[in-house]
């Protein structure tokens, strides 16, 4: 067994926030290492994953995710080490082991084995938290499952520059079809165009956004990749096809409010190109998650993904990155490292 540090650093939620999370929100515990059991294993926290979803669950009213209570450890999936085992399952892991679970924000963990998935080498450690982790599995989940993408079909993905919409532009380029983003900022759209390959890509900070979405849009959108809810779903509910499918995977912007009233308005629209909403939640589909891993995995062999990420560093810092990533200062999946201590960071 590798040595402790005295305790055990982690995050409890303080107090809840209005808006975007600040510093003051959340207090560090230090907690005392607890014995090891026999079936469980120690776990040295490398890399936590930030996600939308922990922004909601700070606030306390209805939502598709369990609020956070006043003093719960904030919960994430994470990357790490095992430094200790239990003795009924030393044969099943070995010290040194990296694994992926959901464990939060904090620098040790103990878990059981069925919290925990090894992870191979094949791979790089900030992979297995970005493409083969949720964002890129909830985006292939989607698409096969109701998506369907067709060849010359058109595709508009919002958050096209996000942790989960990165992934549904290059899905839906390698099914063949006309993609068209929606994004925050120039730099965001060039990413989108340049690095995943989307066709177009349209600012929705734009004083002309509706003007451009529509001359992006000249036969308008078949399929709808819908993260993001509010006045940008509406605008692209103005240019749907006849007969269009809107997939919604998320709804930024009214899970994280208690309006419901602004989710969304422009119903009229659907109904008159009689479209079709189809509602999806990657926590219903647990049976689909191997199968969208081992798909994930084969195109990642194949050089066909981008999988972006940005690296933030430090465990103190994890409260400001999530506020960041919730003002949408980040393109791709934000990750805040803890510790290397052998877990080599992606190149």
């Given at each position: ?8 650093r982690r995050f409890l939620l ?155 532009v290059q899905l839906g380029k ?150 960041g990533m919730l003002s949408g ?19």
């Amino acid at each position: 067994m590798q040595s402790l540090p005295p305790v055990n650093r982690r995050f409890l939620l303080k107090s809840r926030p209005v808006d975007l999370p600040e510093a003051d929100n959340f207090e560090i515990d230090h907690a005392a290492h607890p014995d090891l059991g026999a079936d469980e294993v120690r776990v040295r926290i490398g890399y936590v994953a930030l996600s939308p979803w922990q922004g909601q669950r700070l606030k306390d009213f209805r939502n598709y995710t369990q609020p956070f209570e006043i003093g719960q450890l904030i919960d994430c999936d994470v990357l790490g080490e095992v430094v200790e085992t239990g003795a009924s399952v030393a044969g099943s892991y070995s010290v040194g082991q990296l694994v992926t679970g959901r464990l939060g924000w904090q620098e040790y963990a103990v878990a059981k084995p069925e919290q925990l998935m090894p992870v191979s080498n094949e791979f790089s450690p900030t992979l297995w938290l970005t493409a083969l982790s949720s964002p890129g599995l909830t985006a292939y989940c989607a698409m096969d499952l109701f998506g369907r993408p067709m060849p010359g079909q058109t595709l508009v993905v919002t958050s096209a520059a996000g942790s989960v919409g990165s992934y549904a532009v290059q899905l839906g380029k390698l099914a063949s079809m006309h993609v068209v983003g929606v994004a925050g900022g120039v730099e965001k759209c060039r990413h989108v165009v340049e690095k995943l390959g989307a066709d177009a890509c349209v600012d929705y900070r734009s004083d002309a956004f509706g003007d451009q979405l529509s001359e992006a849009l000249p036969d308008g959108a078949n399929l709808v990749f819908e993260t993001v809810g509010g006045a940008i779903a509406d605008a692209v509910f103005a240019n749907l096809a006849m007969y269009a499918k809107v997939l919604i995977v998320g709804r930024t912007a009214s899970n994280n409010s208690d309006r419901p009233d602004i989710d969304p308005v422009n119903m009229r629209q659907l109904w008159a190109r009689e479209a079709s909403i189809q509602g999806f939640s990657r926590y219903s589909y647990p049976e689909r998650w191997r199968f969208a891993r081992e798909r994930m995995q084969a195109l990642c062999r194949q050089g066909v993904i981008h999988a972006q990420h940005n690296e933030v560093v430090g465990f103190e810092a994890t409260p400001d990155a999530l506020r960041g990533m919730l003002s949408g200062k980040f393109t791709g999946k934000v990750l805040v490292r803890y510790e290397r201590h052998g877990i080599e960071a992606a190149s």
